[in-house]
């Protein structure tokens, strides 16, 4: 995944390109993923997979007129081709009255970091070994588990030919699961957060309470409430 000055130098590569093309003015957004899963059924592990992608979208202006078009190759012939093709795009466009300009650059207040290392950093055996304490929680109680758990690096990036420059990183850690009973009944719960360390698994309480919308569905209630109160 690129950094900070990477992303940065490549927008400036592209608006470098639209300013050649012919627009008197630019803005390029840069969004970038990397994302891995590890999905499970019927107690076990079957797929664990990994996915890395870039895109750029390229808004060029004409005067009052703008096109836009957005690609994933990032190479210099296929982002000289994004960008003549939005200048043509926005040649063909009718003028438009109520557009200005492109902003410039203003003060961007700081915000709160999005990003987590530990999240980054997780791999296939972290999110397994979170898995297996969804499925124990499944199989003490006779049941089957099913879902997934993920983890993303995101990178979120704007510029444009005024001077406009914003960049933000961010982390996510997600996990589904539904919790089946044998006589058709289930459960879902969900958890996400910015640090996937932040979620602790054996004290997930919303596993717990899957497993019991399960057993809710196929034995009283009082019965279930007596075994619910002895998880805790």
């Known amino acids: 995944m690129r950094d900070e000055q990477d992303v940065r130098a490549l927008c400036e590569r592209v608006l470098q390109m639209a300013a050649d093309g012919g627009a008197t003015q630019a803005e390029v957004l840069f969004t970038g993923t990397v994302s891995a899963l590890t999905r499970f059924a019927i107690n076990s592990i079957h797929q664990n997979v990994a996915e890395e992608n870039e895109r750029v979208s390229v808004r060029a202006v004409l005067g009052n007129k703008i096109g836009v078009v957005g690609g994933n190759q990032l190479d210099d012939a296929s982002l000289r081709d994004l960008v003549r093709r939005a200048v043509a795009i926005a040649s063909v466009q009718p003028e438009n009255p109520d557009f200005k300009s492109l902003p410039g650059p203003a003060p961007i207040p700081p915000a709160p970091s999005a990003y987590s290392e530990a999240t980054a950093a997780f791999g296939p055996e972290d999110r397994a070994e979170r898995v297996r304490v969804?499925?124990?929680?499944?199989?003490?109680?006779?049941?089957?588990?099913?879902?997934?758990?993920e983890t993303s690096v995101n990178q979120l990036a704007v510029a444009n030919s005024l001077g406009v420059w914003a960049y933000q990183p961010s982390t996510e850690a997600e996990l589904h699961a539904v919790i089946m009973a044998d006589a058709g009944g289930s459960g879902w719960t969900q958890r996400v957060a910015m640090d996937a360390s932040t979620l602790d698994f054996e004290a997930l309480r919303s596993c717990r309470w899957a497993s019991i919308m399960s057993c809710s569905r196929r034995t009283p209630w009082a019965t279930c409430s007596r075994i619910w109160l002895s998880w805790d």
């Open 134 to 149: 969804v499925v124990r929680h499944a199989v003490e109680r006779g049941f089957e588990a099913a879902g997934a758990f």
